[in-house]
């Protein structure tokens, strides 16, 4: 560890120096600096003996200790110090003081900086008219200035002894990331709508809570700036911002960042020494957002929905037609006639929009019935709103299985040397850029015999050429697509194709 006496504008400089690479984010505090409106607030006197007096001006001197003589000697080791503390999660890396300070006999003017372990680091040439002292280093916990006692039989005198600091300049590291806790009723249970709130209970025991913010899919929609000890972007206070903050923020559903459907929250909160990934801490959550499905004038208690013909889950054919039938009851289980019911889907695996397809009224028996067109794998939510804040859902599971369509060209006339083309088409949305292949059957297998991936209608365009043809065959193809990430269906394959090729 390096120290050494600067000049008497160190302290200014240390502020403006450039800091060691550490883990944690990097901040300067400033002590009993009158120039930045800096005072005491950190700095706490302790005395082993009453006759160590403490005196604290920063706007002269700085923070004092003298000694009072008495007739009978202090005793050894006894002292009176001003320290300063780094806060939990921080320690100090660099520190520097403007001092004055002598001895007179045997009391001793003092300045250390206690280490992580409870080894102390005192630093030479205290003594001396106004000056400056620096200390750089790592784990540093404290700073004190003392007068002590430093003979073993005890010290008579020390009028005349004295020490004074002032402007105490400090760069810290927070390697503490703050702690979030998520409420609020934007992330009670259900689907949520209109004007939501959104409770934030931020802690950091390091240099403090500087800032919340809040994101939406991905866009910023609200921060907050808490208010700090601060001048001029340096701390005037060690621990500079609040510990322990709980804002509130008025969250609209309806505005354009929000989509009807799951959305994607997401909160940090940064402490203030955000340079490193060590001082921010942010949590994500998944809200389900409804403003489209519109209220029910009649409510019920109890929603039930289904596939019609079977439960809650279904596997189709990408062209298939598929229904969703349902009942609303009150809290009797008898059925609620008028009921307003809201059908809305999600296509699976692609993270778009949901989208309200039917608000059906239930009939006379309780019931309702909507069409769900053929289509890709969707989540089904059949939802009764029976108030701004009052929703009974229920969420389905249709797995579409992909039905490609093959092509071939020519149909007829081929013979053993001649070219088929195919055309292979697969089911949208996000058809683009997938891979298709062909398949022919040979000897009670099937190979595939050509590959390519599709255009951005979901087209694939490929050819094979007969070789091996000997007299009249008559051969079978089929198209491929298999399960690929953002393709919302299962794997699927074509009808047969047949084509008869002659051979010599």
Not at 219 to 243: K, T
Not at 321 to 337: E, F, Q
Request: charged letters at 20%.
């Amino acid at each position: 560890m390096k120290r050494m006496i600067l000049t008497a504008s160190l302290a200014l400089a240390l502020l403006a120096s450039s800091s060691p690479a550490a883990s944690g984010g990097i901040y300067k505090a400033i002590q009993c600096f009158e120039r930045l409106g800096a005072g005491r607030s950190d700095a706490s006197f302790q005395a082993s003996s009453e006759r160590y007096r403490s005196s604290a001006s920063c706007a002269s001197r700085g923070l004092g200790v003298t000694h009072l003589p008495r007739r009978a000697r202090t005793r050894s080791g006894h002292f009176g110090a001003w320290t300063l503390t780094a806060p939990g999660g921080t320690d100090i890396i660099r520190a520097a003081a403007s001092v004055m300070a002598a001895r007179d006999g045997a009391h001793v003017p003092q300045i250390h900086v206690g280490l992580d372990g409870g080894a102390r680091d005192p630093l030479a040439r205290v003594e001396g008219s106004r000056h400056t002292v620096d200390w750089a280093g790592s784990g540093g916990r404290y700073f004190s200035g003392r007068l002590a006692c430093s003979n073993r039989r005890g010290c008579g005198g020390g009028r005349d002894a004295f020490i004074y600091m002032r402007r105490i300049a400090f760069t810290l590291r927070d390697v503490t990331a703050p702690r979030i806790q998520l409420g609020g009723t934007l992330l009670e249970p259900g689907s949520r709508r209109g004007d939501q709130v959104l409770e934030v209970n931020a802690l950091d025991s390091g240099s403090g809570v500087r800032s919340i913010s809040i994101e939406v899919n991905g866009a910023p929609i609200q921060a907050r700036v808490l208010e700090c000890h601060l001048n001029n972007g340096v701390a005037i206070r060690l621990r500079p911002c609040p510990s322990a903050t709980t804002p509130q923020f008025e969250i609209a559903t309806t505005a354009a960042d929000f989509r009807q459907g799951p959305n994607q929250i997401q909160v940090c909160a940064s402490d203030f020494a955000p340079q490193a990934t060590a001082n921010r801490t942010c949590e994500t959550r998944t809200v389900r957002i409804d403003n489209e499905c519109p209220l029910s004038d009649v409510a019920g208690s109890v929603l039930k929905a289904r596939f019609k013909g079977a439960g809650t889950e279904m596997t189709s054919p990408s062209n298939a037609v598929n229904h969703v039938a349902g009942t609303v009851l009150d809290a009797g289980g008898n059925p609620v006639r008028g009921a307003r019911v809201c059908i809305a889907t999600r296509v699976s695996a692609t993270g778009g929009a949901e989208r309200v397809i039917a608000t059906p009224l239930t009939g006379p028996d309780g019931r309702f019935e909507v069409r769900l067109d053929a289509g890709p794998s969707r989540e089904v939510r059949i939802a009764h709103w029976r108030g701004d804040h009052d929703v009974a859902e229920r969420f389905l599971d249709l797995r579409s299985v992909a039905l490609p369509r093959l092509t071939l060209q020519p149909r007829r006339g081929l013979t053993n040397g001649d070219t088929v083309r195919f055309g292979v088409r697969i089911p949208r949305p996000s058809a683009a850029n997938r891979e298709v292949a062909v398949e022919a059957r040979s000897n009670g297998r099937w190979i595939r015999i050509a590959s390519g991936h599709t255009n951005h209608r979901g087209q694939w365009n490929g050819s094979y050429r007969f070789q091996n043809t000997t007299g009249t065959r008559r051969y079978a193809f089929r198209a491929v697509v298999g399960r690929e990430p953002g393709y919302p269906y299962l794997p699927g394959r074509s009808k047969i194709r047949r084509l008869t090729v002659e051979g010599p």
